[in-house]
């Protein structure tokens, strides 16, 4: 009877832990080579390692789960677990995101990593609780700049252009005030768009130029890294509550962490990239920043007036 009654159990003890054990779900619109695509492979192994295997994430690349706004959306319904999106997309969600995505707010990439550690940068996670997702962790995702067929070296470049921009209403904005004319595209869509002539020029990190393949129809880098606005991993708000203490400590000490390794990568991957667009006839443009910084001023004199978005600009112009 003891011999019949110890595979049962054994059996028992491994269906009970198979039960126990959780996929989650995380979509990303980026490449393979993207370092944030990277730092999520980092965040998983973490994941799964400090949980013992009970907690496991599954990536989607490539925009295999739909657009960004697709899956920010999926993650808000809880049709997906988590996602990571481009931070000026956040304020169509929640407001109070759009602080990260005032021009000129950030005063370098070194500014803008301390931040992304510092407790308000947590504060701003947790922003949106009770619109169905919170914020796991920031990523860095550079310094973003307009690229198009012809250089831009001042504002007045930008005349009657059409810009390619998330779909932000503060991105938006600052094209307006810029003198351009803001066209929301689905980020895999600006490689035909470009191409096609439906818009004119787009803006974002030397990353997203060369791995996006963007260069081939771009050959016009301007360098006024009008934002700096950091992408970050939403988590849904659903999924948060059906996980233990336990594993959401799991999960925030590993997106952490994994935060300081896609640091890494990002600083030697957009190097690499820099050199690849150089290598495929890109040409860098060097710009006035204070023309720009003076068209767009407006922006932070008016973010200034919500008291949500004035307390976030205070924590982060405080930061040395």
Same mark, same amino acid.
């Given at each position: 009877?003891?011999?019949?009654?110890?595979?049962?159990?054994?059996?028992?003890?491994?269906?009970?832990?198979?039960?126990?054990?959780?996929?989650?779900?995380?979509?990303?619109?980026?490449?393979?080579?993207?370092?944030?695509?990277?730092?999520?492979?980092?965040?998983?192994?973490?994941?799964?390692?400090?949980?013992?295997?009970?907690?496991?994430?599954?990536?989607?690349?490539?925009?295999?789960?739909?657009?960004?706004?697709?899956?920010?959306?999926?993650?808000?319904?809880?049709?997906?677990?988590?996602?990571?999106?481009?931070?000026?997309?956040?304020?169509?969600?929640?407001?109070?995101?759009?602080?990260?995505?005032?021009?000129?707010?950030?005063?370098? $990439? #070194?500014?803008? @990593?301390?931040? +992304?550690?510092?407790? =308000? %940068? &947590?504060?701003l996670l947790n922003s949106s609780k009770g619109k169905g997702f919170i914020g796991l962790t920031f990523y860095d995702s550079g310094s973003r700049s307009f690229y198009a067929k012809k250089p831009i070296k001042t504002p007045d470049d930008l005349a009657g252009?059409?810009?390619?921009?998330?779909?932000?209403?503060?991105?938006?904005?600052?094209?307006?005030?810029?003198?351009?004319?803001?066209?929301?595209?689905?980020?895999?869509?600006?490689?035909?768009?470009?191409?096609?002539?439906?818009?004119?020029?787009?803006?974002?990190n030397v990353s997203s130029l060369v791995e996006m393949r963007h260069s081939e129809v771009a050959k016009f880098y301007s360098m006024d890294q009008h934002t700096m606005s950091p992408d970050l991993i939403i988590i849904s708000e659903n999924t948060w509550a059906?996980? $233990? #203490?336990?594993? @959401?400590?799991? +999960?925030?000490?590993? =997106? %952490? &962490?994994?935060?300081?390794?896609?640091?890494?990568?990002?600083?030697?991957?957009?190097?690499?990239?820099?050199?690849?667009?150089?290598?495929?006839?890109?040409?860098?443009?060097?710009?006035?920043?204070?023309?720009?910084?003076?068209?767009?001023?407006?922006?932070?004199?008016?973010?200034?007036?919500?008291?949500?978005?004035?307390?976030?600009?205070?924590?982060?112009?405080?930061?040395?």
């Amino acid at each position: 009877m003891k011999n019949l009654l110890l595979p049962l159990a054994i059996a028992t003890l491994f269906t009970n832990f198979s039960a126990s054990a959780k996929t989650l779900t995380l979509g990303h619109a980026m490449s393979l080579d993207n370092a944030a695509h990277k730092g999520m492979v980092i965040f998983a192994d973490k994941v799964k390692e400090k949980s013992n295997g009970e907690l496991t994430v599954k990536i989607f690349p490539n925009a295999q789960l739909g657009s960004e706004r697709d899956q920010a959306e999926q993650v808000v319904t809880g049709a997906i677990d988590m996602a990571k999106i481009n931070g000026s997309l956040a304020e169509s969600f929640e407001p109070t995101f759009k602080v990260i995505s005032i021009p000129f707010l950030f005063r370098s $990439s #070194e500014h803008m @990593r301390s931040f +992304m550690r510092s407790d =308000a %940068a &947590e504060e701003l996670l947790n922003s949106s609780k009770g619109k169905g997702f919170i914020g796991l962790t920031f990523y860095d995702s550079g310094s973003r700049s307009f690229y198009a067929k012809k250089p831009i070296k001042t504002p007045d470049d930008l005349a009657g252009l059409k810009i390619r921009v998330p779909e932000s209403p503060t991105m938006m904005k600052m094209i307006s005030l810029l003198g351009a004319k803001a066209t929301p595209l689905p980020f895999t869509e600006v490689y035909t768009g470009l191409q096609q002539g439906v818009i004119d020029a787009a803006e974002n990190n030397v990353s997203s130029l060369v791995e996006m393949r963007h260069s081939e129809v771009a050959k016009f880098y301007s360098m006024d890294q009008h934002t700096m606005s950091p992408d970050l991993i939403i988590i849904s708000e659903n999924t948060w509550a059906n996980l $233990s #203490e336990k594993e @959401r400590k799991i +999960m925030k000490e590993a =997106a %952490a &962490e994994s935060l300081e390794e896609e640091i890494k990568i990002w600083d030697k991957t957009e190097n690499a990239n820099i050199e690849k667009a150089k290598k495929m006839g890109v040409t860098f443009v060097e710009v006035d920043k204070a023309k720009f910084q003076e068209k767009v001023k407006p922006m932070l004199d008016d973010a200034k007036k919500d008291p949500k978005l004035s307390y976030f600009i205070d924590k982060i112009q405080a930061i040395k």
